[in-house]
């Protein structure tokens, strides 16, 4: 079954944007809107992740939760994805502050 993702997309190279849009729209700058299948979406975010560098993304998906849907993120970034009690919320990074995986 095929589900409607977006990937947003920071200072990537110019080959993942590339790839990219060959399955999604690239409907503003580095913000990437497409309906692809699960496997597709986990193959794209296996590219996305690899290829991040010094830049950053995320993944929102259709989720079977209270939300409707879960996040994915990819490289260094202010904002990271936290789960509170089953929700997820949106912590920010202060300056200086190590990276902490989140999702």
């Not at 497409?34 to 992740?49: H, P």
């Not at 560098?53 to 079977?64: F, M």
């Not at 490289?75 to 995986?101: M, N």
Request: glycine share 6%; aromatic share 8%.
């Amino acid at each position: 079954m095929t589900s409607m993702i977006v990937i947003a997309a920071t200072a990537v190279p110019p080959h993942l944007r590339g790839a990219l849009s060959r399955w999604l729209l690239e409907v503003t700058p580095e913000l990437y809107v497409g309906t692809v299948s699960a496997r597709v979406r986990d193959e794209l975010w296996s590219s996305v992740s690899a290829a991040c560098r010094n830049g950053s993304a995320v993944l929102a998906y259709p989720s079977d939760n209270e939300q409707g849907f879960a996040l994915r993120t990819s490289g260094s970034q202010r904002r990271a994805p936290v789960d509170y009690d089953g929700l997820t919320l949106i912590s920010f990074r202060q300056d200086g502050q190590e990276d902490t995986k989140m999702f």
